[in-house]
Nanobody
Framework: QLQASGGGLVQAGGSLRLSCAAS????????LGWFRQAPGKEREFVAA???????TLYADSVKGRFTISRDNANTVYLQMNSLEPEDTAVYYC????????????????WGQGTLVTVSS
């Protein structure tokens, strides 16, 4: 299981740090990613980190503002800076085998979401 936390209400320009902790199995050989879904929109890729070398991918919309990291086999973080109202969404963490990708359907394990609301 994947458990996301850290969402909340923040003003534009502010920061939040999301966490995703895995339990029940080890994800040391899995890539971990973050996705988000705004009301009325499809779920979209935000960032991902590969399992072992730690290579990262980012959506163009968050590049330079968000940073993904993992501090051990089973926890991944998303540091979000310079938040914009357009970042408002439910954020989900997910896992897939080894290499990070951008495809929603490439991920096999999903956590429940955590809501991020950015006010203008």
């Amino acid at each position: 299981q994947l458990q996301a936390s850290g969402g909340g209400l923040v003003q534009a320009g502010g920061s939040l740090r999301l966490s995703c902790a895995a339990s029940g199995r080890t994800f040391s050989n899995y890539a971990l990613g973050w996705f988000r879904q705004a009301p009325g929109k499809e779920r979209e890729f935000v960032a991902a980190v590969s399992c072992c070398g730690g290579s990262t991918l980012y959506a163009d919309s968050v590049k330079g503002r968000f940073t993904i990291s993992r501090d051990n086999a089973n926890t991944v973080y998303l540091q979000m800076n310079s938040l914009e109202p357009e970042d408002t969404a439910v954020y989900y963490c997910a896992a897939r085998g080894v290499l990070a990708t951008r495809g929603v359907y490439h991920y096999d394990y999903w956590g429940q979401g955590t809501l991020v609301t950015v006010s203008s």
